[in-house]
Nanobody
Framework: QVQLVESGGGLVQAGGSLRLSCTAS????????MGWFRQAPGKERDFVAA????????YHADSVKGRFTISRDNAKNTVYLQMNSLKPEDTAVYYC?????????????????????WGQGTQVTVSS
C-alpha cells in the first residue's frame, strides 16, 4: 500500500513561487509514475505533470509548461513540483498521485482514473 503525503501549499501573490513536496512510502519498486493534479472549486481534477520515478522522464501540461517543473529525489522518496510565475488561475487543491507501471505499458498517464494512490491534497491560493 503506497502512502503519499503532500506539503508546501499556501498563499502567494501572482508572479510568486511555491514548491510542493510529495513524500511516498510503501513502494515495492521504482516502477512508478508519479503525477500532480489540481482541482479548483466546481471543476474537474486536471493533470499538471508526471514523472517516471525510475528514469526521471517528465511530462507537463501545456497550461503549466515553462512555469512548473516536476522532479524527484530518490534518496528522500520525494517528488517535487516547483511552481514559478504563479497566476490566480493556478489556485486549486493540488494532489499527488502514484501508479505502478505494468510491464510493457507506457509510463505516461494523464488521466486521474489511471492512478491508484492519492495524497490528501494541499491548497495553493494565488492572489492577484
Amino acid at each position: 500500500q503506497v502512502q503519499l503525503v503532500e506539503s508546501g501549499g499556501g498563499l502567494v501573490q501572482a508572479g510568486g513561487s511555491l514548491r510542493l513536496s510529495c513524500t511516498a512510502s510503501g513502494r515495492t519498486s521504482n516502477r512508478y509514475t508519479m503525477g500532480w493534479f489540481r482541482q479548483a472549486p466546481g471543476k474537474e481534477r486536471d493533470f499538471v505533470a508526471a514523472i517516471n520515478w525510475s528514469s526521471g522522464d517528465t511530462y507537463h501540461a501545456d497550461s503549466v509548461k515553462g512555469r512548473f517543473t516536476i522532479s524527484r529525489d530518490n534518496a528522500k522518496n520525494t517528488v517535487y513540483l516547483q511552481m514559478n510565475s504563479l497566476k490566480p488561475e493556478d489556485t486549486a487543491v493540488y494532489y499527488c498521485a502514484a501508479d505502478e507501471i505494468a510491464p510493457g505499458s507506457s509510463w505516461l498517464k494523464w488521466r486521474s482514473s489511471r492512478y491508484d494512490y492519492w495524497g490528501q491534497g494541499t491548497q495553493v491560493t494565488v492572489s492577484s
